[in-house]
C-alpha cells in the first residue's frame, strides 16, 4: 500500500488550500483515513479522521476549518483547508489505518507554507 499526498503549497493567512492523498494497493473497506501535521521541531499531531462511515473527528485548533473527506471508489481522502494560520504550517501526512488487514500506513508528507 502506498499514499502520495499532494496540494500543499504557500498561502498567504486567511487562504485556503485543498490536500489529496490517493492510496495504491489493497485496502479494506473500513479502513479509515486521517491527516497528521508536523511543524518544525514539533512532534507529529493528529488533525483530522474519517471513517469507512464518513464519521469524522478533528483536533480542537482546525474545528470550524477544515473538512475532511473521501471518496471510497478512488481511495482518495481530502482536506480542505480554510482561514489558514500561520500556526498551520507544517508537513502534512496522510494515514490509513486498516485493522481489517493489519496495516498502519503513512505518506510522505507534503509541506503547507502559511504566510502571516
Known amino acids: 500500500v502506498q499514499l502520495q499526498a499532494s496540494g500543499g503549497g504557500l498561502v498567504q493567512a486567511g487562504g485556503s488550500l485543498r490536500l489529496s492523498c490517493a492510496v495504491s494497493?489493497?485496502?479494506?473497506?473500513?479502513?479509515?483515513m486521517g491527516w497528521y501535521r508536523q511543524a518544525p521541531g514539533m512532534q507529529r499531531d493528529f488533525v483530522a479522521q474519517?471513517?469507512?462511515?464518513?464519521?469524522?473527528n478533528y483536533a480542537d485548533s482546525v474545528k470550524g476549518r477544515f473538512t475532511i473527506a473521501r471518496e471510497n471508489a478512488k481511495n482518495t481522502a481530502f482536506l480542505q483547508m480554510n482561514s489558514l494560520k500561520s500556526e498551520d504550517t507544517a508537513v502534512y501526512y496522510c494515514?490509513?489505518?486498516?485493522?481489517?488487514?493489519?496495516?498502519?500506513?503513512w505518506g510522505e508528507g507534503t509541506l503547507v507554507t502559511v504566510s502571516s
Open positions: 494515514n490509513v489505518f486498516d485493522e481489517h488487514y493489519g496495516g498502519d500506513y
Open positions: 494497493g489493497r485496502i479494506s473497506s473500513f479502513a479509515r
Open positions: 474519517i471513517d469507512s462511515g464518513g464519521d469524522t
